[in-house]
């Protein structure tokens, strides 16, 4: 098992940054991958970001450039750096793990799953 605990999300103006992070805990050492999707009210869930144990990284077309992922493996700590955001980022943020090498993109390739920590940005 492997429990996912998201903070740092909150209201921020367009153009502004936030820092999201993830906390990991259990048998973390058998993740393949670790993702980043988000949720807007009303729509399906999509992928923003993926981070594989070889440290490799992925991203949605709609925030490479302004969002960086990168992990803390001695901390057990995925981060989620959103710079430049706009009011299309608004959405409930989730962390999430997957022990197979399935399509990194698709939320179905994903075991566990964090809470979501709420992002809003204002025009």
């Known amino acids: 098992q492997v429990q996912l605990v998201e903070s740092g999300g909150g209201l921020v103006q367009a153009g502004g940054s936030l820092r999201l992070s993830c906390a990991a805990s259990?048998?973390?050492?058998?993740?393949?991958?670790m993702g980043w999707f988000r949720q807007a009210p009303g729509k399906g869930r999509e992928f923003v970001a993926a981070?594989?144990?070889?440290?490799?990284?992925y991203y949605a077309s709609s925030v490479k450039g302004r969002f960086t992922s990168s992990k803390d493996n001695a901390n057990n700590r995925l981060s989620l750096q959103m710079d430049r955001l706009n009011p299309e980022d608004t959405a409930v943020y989730y962390c999430?793990?997957?022990?197979?090498?399935?399509?990194?993109?698709?939320?179905?390739?994903?075991?566990?799953w964090g809470q979501g920590t709420q992002v809003t940005v204002s025009s």
């Open positions: 999430a793990a997957s022990d197979n090498r399935d399509l990194v993109s698709s939320e179905l390739s994903y075991r566990y």
């Open positions: 259990g048998r973390t050492f058998n993740m393949y991958t």
């Open positions: 981070i594989m144990k070889s440290g490799s990284t």
